[in-house]
């Protein structure tokens, strides 16, 4: 599976998903603004966090922050079906423009919070969370199926911890760090600021 991710990272054009004047620092491994005080995060976090989910067609993902749609690409081409949602309307649209003009029909859109997830199709075996959180959701461990798999940032403004979280068979949860991370925060009750 990591052999036909990094194939398909690799042809997967980072620029085709900027819109600005950084369309033209695509190809650096470091994340680019896009617009409404929100960004496309670096290249490689975005492929270990993919990596991490351990993805097949069998799988119900739940994505937290759409953003540009780089992110979601890639789950749209290893998962069955992909649950994204993001809070800002323009940023939301133009990615589903994106990704509708690469194909994707297994992508279900929705503009609205994305701390409480989405509740109507859960549980989903995957999650993933691109902005961070003050504290981690209890909604989206919630949303969340036994075997499934969570990654969220968590942490204050500047540096978090990128949290891997597991929900077992009998439905206990476990959470580990996997490393320090900067994304733009999560809004709403889970955000840093009240």
């Known amino acids: 599976m990591y052999l036909k991710l990094v194939a398909f990272f690799n042809s997967l054009d980072r620029s085709f998903f900027v819109d600005n004047k950084y369309k033209k620092h695509a190809h650096q491994d470091r994340p680019l603004p896009i617009g409404y005080e929100q960004t496309i995060s670096q290249p490689s976090l975005v492929l270990e966090m993919t990596d991490r989910l351990a993805l097949d067609k069998n ?3 739940l ?9 979601t690409a890639l789950l749209a081409e290893f998962a069955g079906e992909v649950y994204t949602v993001e809070r800002i309307k323009e940023l939301a649209e133009s990615a589903r423009e994106k990704l509708e003009k690469l194909g994707y029909k ?26 961070a959180a003050g504290k ?20 204050p403004r500047g540096l978090q911890q990128l949290k891997l979280i597991t929900r077992d068979l009998e439905g206990e949860i476990h959470s580990k760090s996997i490393g320090d991370v900067a994304f733009v925060e999560m809004k709403g009750k889970y955000g840093w600021t009240k």
């Open 136 to 155: 981690i959701p209890e909604e989206l461990v919630n949303q969340l199926g036994a075997g499934g798999i969570m990654i969220i940032p968590v942490g």
């Open 106 to 131: 297994n992508i279900h859109y929705r503009v609205g919070d994305g701390s409480a997830g989405w509740a109507e199709h859960a549980p989903y075996d995957r999650i993933i969370v691109t902005a």
């Open 63 to 71: 994505e937290i922050g759409t953003g540009s749609g780089y992110q």
């Open 59 to 61: 799988c119900r993902v």
